[in-house]
């Protein structure tokens, strides 16, 4: 299936629904690959048991979750239709308190629906996927997650319990149907199992930046910014772990080279400050390769926790730059040790709002490893936005308040 530029970071997707038959719930995963501005199927995986998933789903990558269980009502909308989408929801569900739901709407002329549930209902799955360590990138709700692949689909239309058909005077009718593995369907050259189809249409619509017509874009958008931030630090742990082991390559090339044109040198050496220089060099890169051992050792572990902490308390109102996990005292110089503030974070951004700041800074400052919180910098750099850098200094692995 070919792809206009995504509107969204990265080559793989991942797609989950979490649906119902007869009473029993399941789950189907899906997962796509972009290449050469096409969409592959990469896994399509189907089962009764959320854990089975833990070894199919990457907690490293972006999850997009769709809602489709009994709990989750579609309705068609008749042919008049309300200009509001509160009144569409009105109109088909009558006598409800929105404030207590979450809706979703499909604007098909042969096939309008509203889609809704309670916020009790989605929050219960959030925190069943979160017991997993996994955090969803985006929610949909329902048959109106269907819109953003209607272009491609005909009826008979079957998901994963629902089936589409059209009717003598040219409507469409929905209804629900038994789940079957086995049934394909093909969208613009991409064949995949109808039961994932749901999952590929929210997936299509994040990819090309379609928002749906619901009320869940604001809770939307506050989940892709949390994601966008674990992403940073995931993205600034790999980097920095990289450079450091890219400058003990050069060092030791540095070092064979050295050595290589002393041998090879046909002027008489001493062969006692031959010993004593080859011992100095030595000694300097076992040093810098102890530091990066400890670095590596303490970052794949304690530094993610202390990263996934500092993410999972991130206020809307401030958005991260730069995060430095023992950052550098002092520029690299040929010929000298590389000094890092050991235990240190540097976190540097941008917030709109002071009070949240000042307590999200509070909160940090009370985490059981954080001895202490310094504010380096806090400059007003407009009425609505205000940069600022900051460092906490952690107590040393193994040891809390």
Known sequence: MMLRKPSISGHSYQGLEIFEVDDGIYYTFLKLKRSKGELELIQSFTTDTLADLASHIDPKKSLWVQLNTSRVLNKPLGRDRPKSMEQWVKTVFP??????????????????????????????????????GWVPAGLSLGVAGLSPCMDFLDPPIQGSNFL?????????????????????????????????????????????????????????QELQ??????????????????????????????????RSKTLDSNGFIDPTQQASSLKQV????EIKKKKLQVLLGSSNSRATDYLDQIAAGLPESILL???????????????????????????????NNKIEFSGWTSQLESMEWVQEVEIERYEYTSSTVDNFSIKLYCHAIGQTK
């Open 95 to 132: 006598n409800l308190d929105l404030e207590q739901f979450y809706f979703q709407i499909m604007d098909l002329d042969k096939l309008p629906v509203v889609s809704i549930t309670k916020r009790s209902v989605l929050e219960g799955h959030l925190a069943e996927l979160k017991k997993h």
């Open 164 to 220: 589409i058909v059209s009717l003598n005077d040219g409507s469409w009718n929905l209804s629900p149907t038994d789940c079957d593995l086995e049934l394909k369907v093909e969208l613009n050259g991409l064949q995949l199992p109808t039961v994932h189809l749901l999952s590929f249409s929210h997936l299509l619509g994040s990819i090309q930046g379609k928002d749906p017509v619901s009320n869940l874009t604001g809770f939307n």
């Open 225 to 258: 910014q949390r994601d966008k931030n674990k992403r940073l630090f995931q993205i600034g742990l790999q980097w920095g772990l990289g450079f450091l082991l890219a400058l003990l390559l050069v060092n030791f090339l540095l070092f064979s080279h050295y």
């Open 282 to 285: 030595r000694e300097r890169v």
């Open 321 to 351: 730059d730069i995060l430095t996990y023992q950052p550098l005292t002092r520029p690299i110089q040929q010929d000298k040790p590389i000094s890092l503030g050991t235990n240190q974070i540097i976190i540097s951004g941008q917030t």
